[in-house]
């Protein structure tokens, strides 16, 4: 694996001794064996990468439109040129199984043609006034350097998501990754250098730049007014310091947390469908996404016919290395990740839960990877572990009786992002997807929580500020100027 890894950063003309030179461990979670090391940076790097990225965007706001729009597609070409390269490296940081880091590039891929058009459609408007010779026109100008914070779960399309948009609105992008998967920020930051090289407008040296760094360096730069916005994914705890950061200084914060998502299963539901997207939601990534199925409630009718099926498909679920072609899930990506699904699972025993399945797995001796088998846990009532948003393939089921109570106990958990309902009742099925239904970002009937990620992600938590649209995504990265003529002089 570590070959493949060298291959990569060959290919793609990485700094060999910058990812060895340091002593921050990026590790792989397949194996548990050191694939990169790099250095942290410290306040002066932060302030020197801020910095850069002012110069940097005051000439990339001078671009036209057709010239970001340009970028954007050689970008593209180059993602799509690379994309076994990037694929590999997604799975060796991560441990996603292959069909999931192909469709994370596949989606990033689809994601710069449409962001390759928003150049054009940046037009402002011009407003009738009552006064005489009064001319009142809207235009729309970039912000500045803007800061994308992203976790190891989509290290990839959420930094995609963010970036590409800042950049086609004439801003320019500091990059801050998860240290969990920085090799391939850095994969993808040297992709869009190539670009760069073979574009036609002037393309600053500087226009997107990675910050490897700690907390309170991330905490740095979320305090500095030179970086007019910043979007981050990640935990809510995180999202909180850095949005009374950002707000303390009247910036703008588009922020993306929590999860802890939740299903229910009517009476009238259909079983096969229901257990057929519960178990696909709940091992997505080994439960490791934002948008995985944590919590269960089943009337009490269904009860007993769709938690016995559950349990047995989760005791069918092939869990294997990312690259055995009929693994279903990979590992948990560190061993903080397996302390906290175990701490969590003997927590539910203790609060009265029944755990079926959650067992270390061995693959390949490899002592220093996590591999799990998914747990159900048969809850007598929903309790403060089963509100903690956990990243693992554990799934909490509950009982209830009345579908009013049952809604209550989703809207529980405030961040929560995408609940959905298995009903062939109508009214249950306008009555979740109602004002007083569930309280989140997406909302399905019929179908999983997994697959709505993008929607999740441009919603973004209702907690959070600067949500943006996904028809006009790029707002938030700009700021509309007013400008008022009076020629009646």
Request: hydrophobic content about 40%.
């Amino acid at each position: 694996m570590f070959r493949r890894v060298a291959e990569i950063v060959n290919l793609l003309k990485l700094d060999i001794d910058f990812l060895s030179s340091g002593n921050c461990v990026d590790y792989s979670p397949v194996n548990g064996e050191n694939i990169a090391s790099f250095p942290l940076g410290d306040e002066a790097t932060v302030e020197r990468t801020i910095a850069r990225s002012v110069e940097a965007f005051r000439e990339w706001r001078e671009v036209p439109p057709t010239g970001r729009s340009e970028l954007i597609r050689l970008f593209a070409d180059e993602l799509r040129a690379n994309k076994d390269d990037i694929v590999d490296l997604i799975m060796i940081e991560t441990g996603k199984i292959r069909s999931a880091a192909l469709k994370e590039v596949e989606r990033s891929i689809s994601l710069c043609e449409s962001v390759a058009s928003i150049p054009q459609r940046l037009s402002g408007v011009s407003a009738p006034t009552e006064s005489h010779k009064l001319v009142i026109s809207q235009s729309w100008l970039p912000l500045g350097p803007v800061a994308v914070v992203t976790s190891f779960n989509f290290p990839l399309r959420v930094w995609a998501l963010h970036a590409l948009v800042a950049l086609a609105c004439g801003n320019s992008v500091i990059w801050r990754p998860s240290r969990k998967a920085t090799l391939t920020a850095f994969a993808v930051t040297s992709l869009l250098r190539r670009a760069k090289a073979r574009c036609s407008a002037n393309c600053p040296e500087y226009l997107a730049q990675i910050l490897i760094c700690d907390h309170p360096e991330l905490m740095q730069l979320a305090k500095n007014p030179k970086v007019p916005l910043v979007c981050a994914t990640g935990a809510p705890a995180m999202a909180r310091k850095i949005q009374g950061l950002v707000g303390e200084r009247l910036g703008r914060s588009i922020l993306a947390t929590g999860g802890n998502n939740a299903a229910l299963v009517a009476p009238s539901a259909d079983i096969d469908l229901a257990v057929n997207h519960i178990v696909r939601s709940t091992i997505a990534d080994c439960g490791q996404r934002g948008t995985s199925l944590q919590r269960l409630f089943c009337h009490s009718s269904v009860y007993d016919k769709i938690v016995p099926r559950l349990k047995d498909e989760f005791r069918r679920v092939y869990v294997n290395s990312p690259f055995e072609r009929q693994s279903m899930i990979g590992p948990l990506i560190d061993k903080v990740a397996y302390d906290t699904m175990r701490l969590s699972l003997e927590q539910a025993t203790v609060d009265g839960g029944v755990v079926s399945g959650g067992n270390r797995l061995d693959v390949g001796n490899y002592r220093d990877a996590y591999y799990v088998q998914p747990a159900l846990v048969e809850m007598p009532k929903q309790t403060g572990i089963v509100k903690t948003e956990l990243l693992a393939p554990v799934l909490y089921v509950m009982r209830y009786d009345d579908f009013d109570q049952a809604m209550e106990e989703i809207n529980a958990f405030p961040q929560t992002l995408v609940s959905c309902a298995f009903t062939n009742d109508l009214k249950e099925a306008g009555a979740f997807s109602s004002l007083d239904g569930a309280h989140t970002n997406v909302a399905t009937v019929n179908a999983g929580t997994v697959g709505y990620d993008l929607a999740a992600m441009f919603g973004t938590d209702r907690n959070a500020v600067g949500s943006g649209t996904a028809s006009e995504p790029w707002r938030p990265f700009m700021q509309a100027k007013s400008c008022l003529v009076n020629f009646n002089c």
